[in-house]
């Protein structure tokens, strides 16, 4: 490094000097300690380091700047390379793919050209054989009939050689159809390719994509399949054969949980073969074992359905520059003539399968790799293993408790003669190993018991995401305080208080995040309970309670995707160790293409629950609309109890979980549609005209006021009118013009801005979301717009559902006239808003 000098020290004025190579290093040590020395520090520095004492503060100043630009260069430098490495590998890939496609369209015009010639060449007879006959000769040769295979361990290579040919013809081949999957667009920051089967006998799934992971640590986490996917139970390796070309196969016995309580868990028995291939790549495949003799093999296990896993696994290449890329595959029959006719589509979709499965998979890699490139950063955007730990244990909680096996100490026990609701108890000390230890905030808890409340309901025209935030964000429209201190309430209230106990008793609830997934689909967090009481003491000083959250599937344009909402009880000192009990709710979406023949068929407690006529109404209009939304939604809430207070917990139980269905089923039936506007999806907000008139009203009354027009195009219908507000850049919100105003309408970048949704916005007032100083500003504009009709209010900080604080520049404010030139509310705009 040179620098300019116009001291006497041997250095002439004007000319640039080279530092020594000691000064170099000691300024290198300084740089390492402090890049940005004020400069009293550098003077400092210039003291305590006698190397530097011929060497000017400014020259210092020059220096730092250099180093600190050089840095800058070198990052900026590293992070162009990476992304140059990521895009020629995406681009590889693409070819790749697009070199397929081109042979699997190649494959179906040479498939047409025959069938043409058959059709013309032959008799009806004749067509029909041979129609048939070169159909299954082509995807479906896969599952011809085999006679029984041996499986001594020759043998057994013979099935691994086949299964790797045959997983490879999917992975790269054309052995499947694949269409791309709904809803997901390749790009350079998508999550990969993702297709699903068409065609093809079961479901399938496929998946490509980027993992800055090497292949060895890609195929470790992939084989431990626990560990990121939430419906796998267990693996068990029961036999492991090396092979000559230095591969190993595996014997396996798999359980995977089932999704709600109106299905049997799966299970299956499988091979799987992992080796090299000759360009250096890893590939791991496995298949179902069945109809093989002279070898192990694993009986039918109670309370599971065999299913059967066809040729499927990951192919694993090396990318250059470092990572992998990587190809999945997932091909399973799981046996959907064993479940309801309403849950077969969960059974017979693969795009059920590609969310739970296929992406899951990806989604972990790409989590992980995350956390190694950032592992120097902490907050926020890391999601660490412990925090990964405590959701997966909350997954896995909720996941046993909902299946209740027998091995795991489950035993049911019997009704009150509605079978709604289904009770079960487990007194196992392995189960209940710590639940012994104080963690009801202070109340020494001595359960030695743990009972489970559980059912399932359909659900009819109710998006799960939408449905899930809202029980997220008003957790006091279904839950009990009573109920959530779970220990407390059963052990330490007595059963008069809590038979007493009253839905939404508490003064209300803190959202602090803790960690979230890179794309934003799952969120860790912990709920702060306020004025919580468990006892007649506690009504003078209310308590707080705490409870651990899992919350995924919020998003609306995912297709597909599960949406589960699971907390547990925590002490405030959030032991890593701490017992937890897990509870909530899973709402998984039934495909529209395969649903029942019967569409108003309930299952479980909603056949039980009078929903009105107007919840009746909108389900026969559902049974005409095939894009009708239907979903099924399994609730369970676990309790700790001392044994001899079994028959009160559980009576209690059984009433805590009719009321939370109840609850959602009112909340589902808000949130329902009455119908749907085919543009838009919007519903008529409650308590206000029709949508559309309101956006007229809103529209005519701005340029009345304001001598402007709202909209740049406003000679449109009002449907047209009703879009183009909705989706309007600024936040415009309706409130009503009684003293306490409160919200009855907004548009999408409102809800956005006070993170809630259209039913839930008619709980908010106008002066909860304004702090003080905002509030004496509307308070003293109010009577302008009253009498006025319009005013424009400085810009100012305002507060989210969630307590967020909202920045915005100014809000333009008007009275909203109605046909006959009436007052019917006040809008307000506030415009370039953002979070703070």
Request: a negative charge; charged letters at 20%; proline letters at 6%.
């Given at each position: 490094?040179?620098?300019?000098?116009?001291?006497?020290?041997?250095?002439?004025?004007?000319?640039?000097?080279?530092?020594?190579?000691?000064?170099?290093?000691?300024?290198?040590?300084?740089?390492?300690?402090?890049?940005?020395?004020?400069?009293?520090?550098?003077?400092?520095?210039?003291?305590?380091?006698?190397?530097?004492?011929?060497?000017?503060?400014?020259?210092?100043?020059?220096?730092?700047?250099?180093?600190?630009?050089?840095?800058?260069?070198?990052?900026?430098?590293?992070?162009?390379?990476?992304?140059?490495?990521?895009?020629?590998?995406?681009?590889?890939?693409?070819?790749?793919?697009?070199?397929?496609?081109?042979?699997?369209?190649?494959?179906?015009?040479?498939?047409?050209?025959?069938?043409?010639?058959?059709?013309?060449?032959?008799?009806?007879?004749?067509?029909?054989?041979?129609?048939?006959?070169?159909?299954?000769?082509?995807?479906?040769?896969?599952?011809?009939?085999?006679?029984?295979?041996?499986?001594?361990?020759?043998?057994?290579?013979?099935?691994?050689?086949?299964?790797?040919?045959?997983?490879?013809?999917?992975?790269?081949?054309?052995?499947?159809?694949?269409?791309?999957?709904?809803?997901?667009?390749?790009?350079?920051?998508?999550?990969?390719?993702?297709?699903?089967?068409?065609?093809?006998?079961?479901?399938a799934?496929?998946?490509?994509?980027?993992?800055?992971?090497?292949?060895?640590?890609?195929?470790?986490?992939?084989?431990?399949?626990?560990?990121?996917?939430?419906?796998?139970?267990?693996?068990?390796?029961?036999?492991?054969?090396?092979t000559?070309?230095?591969?190993?196969?595996?014997l396996?016995?798999?359980?995977?949980?089932?999704?709600?309580?109106?299905?049997?868990?799966?299970d299956?028995?499988?091979?799987?073969?992992?080796?090299?291939?000759?360009?250096?790549?890893?590939?791991?495949?496995?298949?179902?074992?069945?109809?093989t003799?002279?070898?192990?093999?694993?009986?039918?296990?109670?309370?599971?359905?065999?299913?059967?896993?066809l040729?499927s696994?990951?192919?694993?290449?090396?990318?250059?520059?470092?990572?992998?890329?990587?190809?999945?595959?997932?091909?399973m029959?799981?046996?959907?003539?064993?479940?309801?006719?309403?849950?077969?589509?969960?059974?017979?979709?693969?795009?059920?399968?590609a969310?739970?499965?296929?992406?899951?998979?990806?989604?972990h890699?790409?989590?992980?790799?995350?956390?190694?490139?950032?592992?120097?950063?902490?907050?926020?955007?890391?999601?660490?293993?412990?925090?990964?730990?405590?959701?997966?244990?909350?997954?896995?909680?909720?996941?046993e408790?909902?299946?209740?096996?027998?091995d795991?100490?489950?035993?049911?026990?019997?009704?009150?003669?509605?079978?709604?609701?289904?009770?079960?108890?487990?007194?196992?000390?392995?189960?209940?190993?710590?639940?012994?230890l104080?963690?009801?905030?202070?109340?020494?808890?001595?359960?030695?018991a743990?009972?489970?409340?559980?059912?399932?309901?359909?659900?009819?025209?109710?998006?799960?995401?939408?449905?899930?935030?809202?029980?997220?964000?008003?957790?006091?429209?279904?839950?009990?305080?009573?109920?959530?201190?779970?220990?407390?309430?059963?052990?330490?209230v007595?059963?008069?208080?809590?038979?007493?106990?009253?839905?939404?008793?508490?003064?209300?609830?803190?959202?602090?995040?803790?960690?979230?997934?890179?794309?934003?689909?799952?969120?860790?967090?912990?709920?702060?309970?306020?004025?919580?009481?468990?006892?007649?003491?506690?009504?003078?000083?209310?308590?707080?309670?705490?409870?651990?959250?899992?919350?995924?599937?919020?998003?609306?344009?995912?297709?597909?995707?599960c949406?589960?909402?699971?907390?547990?009880?925590?002490?405030?000192?959030?032991?890593?160790?701490?017992?937890?009990?897990?509870?909530?709710?899973?709402i998984?979406?039934?495909?529209?293409g395969?649903?029942?023949?019967?569409?108003?068929?309930?299952?479980?407690?909603?056949?039980?629950?009078?929903?009105?006529?107007?919840?009746?109404?909108?389900?026969?209009?559902?049974?005409?609309?095939?894009?009708?939304?239907?979903?099924?939604?399994?609730?369970?809430f676990?309790?700790?109890?001392?044994?001899?207070?079994?028959?009160?917990?559980?009576?209690?139980?059984?009433?805590?979980?009719?009321?939370?269905?109840?609850?959602?089923?009112?909340?589902?039936?808000?949130?329902?549609?009455?119908?749907?506007?085919?543009?838009?999806?919007?519903?008529?907000?409650?308590?206000?005209?029709?949508?559309?008139?309101?956006?007229?009203?809103?529209?005519?009354?701005?340029?009345?006021?304001?001598?402007?027009?709202?909209?740049k195009?406003?000679?449109?219908?009002?449907?047209?009118?009703?879009?183009?507000?909705?989706?309007?850049?600024?936040?415009?919100?309706c409130?009503?013009?009684?003293?306490?105003?409160?919200?009855t309408?907004?548009?999408?970048?409102?809800?956005?801005?006070?993170?809630?949704?259209?039913?839930?916005?008619?709980?908010?007032?106008?002066?909860?979301?304004?702090?003080?100083?905002g509030?004496k500003?509307?308070?003293?504009?109010?009577?302008?717009?009253?009498?006025?009709?319009?005013?424009c209010?400085?810009?100012?900080?305002?507060?989210?559902?969630?307590?967020?604080?909202?920045?915005?520049?100014?809000?333009?404010?008007?009275?909203?006239?109605?046909?006959?030139?009436?007052?019917?509310?006040?809008?307000?705009?506030?415009?370039?808003?953002?979070?703070?």
């Open positions: 490094m040179s620098c300019k000098d116009g001291s006497k020290n041997g250095i002439d004025n004007g000319k640039y000097v080279r530092y020594t190579p000691e000064q170099v290093e000691a300024l290198e040590r300084l740089y390492h300690d402090c890049p940005k020395p004020s400069s009293i520090r550098r003077q400092q520095l210039i003291r305590e380091c006698p190397i530097l004492s011929n060497i000017e503060p400014k020259q210092i100043k020059v220096w730092f700047q250099n180093r600190r630009c050089r840095e800058k260069q070198r990052k900026e430098s590293s992070r162009l390379q990476a992304v140059n490495r990521k895009l020629t590998a995406m681009n590889k890939l693409l070819m790749e793919e697009n070199d397929r496609l081109q042979k699997q369209v190649s494959q179906l015009v040479y498939e047409n050209g025959y069938f043409r010639q058959h059709t013309q060449n032959t008799t009806q007879a004749t067509k029909d054989t041979s129609c048939e006959s070169a159909v299954t000769s082509g995807q479906h040769s896969l599952t011809t009939q085999h006679p029984p295979r041996d499986a001594s361990p020759a043998g057994l290579l013979s099935i691994a050689e086949e299964t790797l040919a045959e997983f490879l013809s999917k992975a790269t081949g054309t052995a499947v159809e694949w269409v791309q999957m709904p809803g997901m667009k390749p790009g350079p920051d998508s999550i990969g390719i993702v297709a699903i089967s068409h065609g093809c006998s079961g479901v799934a496929r998946a490509c994509g980027l993992v800055g992971l090497e292949p060895t640590r890609v195929a470790e986490i992939l084989k431990d399949r626990p560990l990121w996917f939430r419906d796998c139970r267990a693996v068990d390796v029961l036999n492991v054969l090396p000559a070309n230095g591969g190993t196969i595996e396996l016995y798999m359980q995977l949980y089932a999704p709600t309580t109106l299905a049997p868990a799966r299956f028995w499988l091979l799987r073969y992992t080796s090299v291939l000759e360009d250096g790549s890893l590939v791991i495949c496995e298949r179902s074992l069945k109809n003799q002279n070898g192990p093999s694993m009986p039918p296990v109670q309370h599971f359905v065999r299913a059967e896993m040729p696994g990951y192919l694993i290449r090396p990318c250059e520059g470092g990572g992998s890329i990587i190809h999945i595959v997932d091909h029959d799981l046996e959907p003539w064993s479940v309801p006719e309403v849950l077969r589509p969960l059974y017979e979709s693969s795009t059920v399968l969310q739970k499965t296929t992406m899951a998979a990806l989604r890699l790409r989590q992980i790799s995350h956390e190694v490139s950032q592992s120097n950063v902490t907050g926020w955007g890391r999601r660490p293993a412990a925090l990964r730990a405590l959701s997966q244990r909350l997954s896995r909680g909720f996941n408790a909902l299946n209740g096996f027998t795991e100490g489950w035993t049911t026990i019997g009704n009150d003669g509605v079978d709604d609701v289904t009770i079960l108890v487990n007194s196992s000390p392995d189960k209940l190993m710590g639940l012994n104080p963690f009801a905030n202070g109340f020494p808890s001595v359960s030695n743990v009972l489970c409340a559980k059912a399932s309901m359909l659900l009819q025209n109710v998006p799960p995401a939408i449905l899930l935030r809202f029980l997220r964000e008003h957790r006091s429209e279904w839950a009990d305080n009573n109920m959530d201190a779970y220990t407390a309430a059963a052990i330490k007595g059963p008069c208080s809590v038979s007493g106990s009253r839905v939404g008793n508490y003064g209300g609830q803190v959202i602090l995040p803790l960690a979230h997934t890179i794309e934003h689909e799952e969120f860790l967090e912990v709920i702060k309970l306020e004025g919580v009481v468990h006892s007649p003491e506690d009504t003078i000083m209310p308590r707080e309670m705490f409870l651990l959250q899992l919350c995924s599937g919020m998003d609306e344009n995912a297709v597909g995707t949406a589960e909402l699971i907390s547990a009880p925590i002490d405030a000192s959030f032991a890593d160790d701490a017992p937890l009990l897990p509870s909530g709710f899973r998984i979406p039934l495909e529209s395969k649903e029942a023949s019967s569409p108003n068929r309930t299952l479980d407690l909603a056949s039980a629950l009078d929903i009105g006529p107007s919840g009746n109404r909108a389900s026969n209009e559902c049974a005409g609309n095939s894009g009708c939304m239907r979903s099924v939604m399994t609730i369970a676990e309790f700790a109890f001392e044994s001899h207070m079994q028959e009160h917990v559980a009576s209690m139980a059984r009433q805590y979980v009719r009321s939370i269905i109840s609850s959602v089923q009112r909340v589902a039936l808000a949130l329902s549609p009455s119908h749907l506007s085919s543009h838009t999806g919007l519903r008529s907000p409650l308590g206000t005209p029709e949508a559309q008139t309101l956006a007229h009203w809103i529209c005519n009354s701005y340029r009345c006021y304001l001598g402007v027009e709202l909209l195009s406003n000679n449109e219908g009002n449907e047209s009118l009703l879009k183009s507000l909705w989706h309007h850049s600024d936040a415009i919100l409130c009503t013009l009684k003293a306490l105003p409160v919200f309408f907004s548009n999408q970048a409102g809800l956005d801005m006070l993170e809630t949704t259209l039913v839930a916005l008619q709980d908010i007032s106008l002066e909860k979301i304004f702090d003080d100083h509030r500003i509307l308070f003293s504009e109010f009577p302008q717009i009253i009498q006025q009709g319009f005013a209010l400085q810009g100012g900080i305002c507060l989210s559902s969630m307590g967020r604080p909202v920045s915005y520049e100014r809000v333009v404010a008007w009275k909203v006239l109605n046909e006959e030139e009436n007052a019917h509310c006040i809008c307000f705009m506030f415009m370039n808003w953002s979070f703070v």
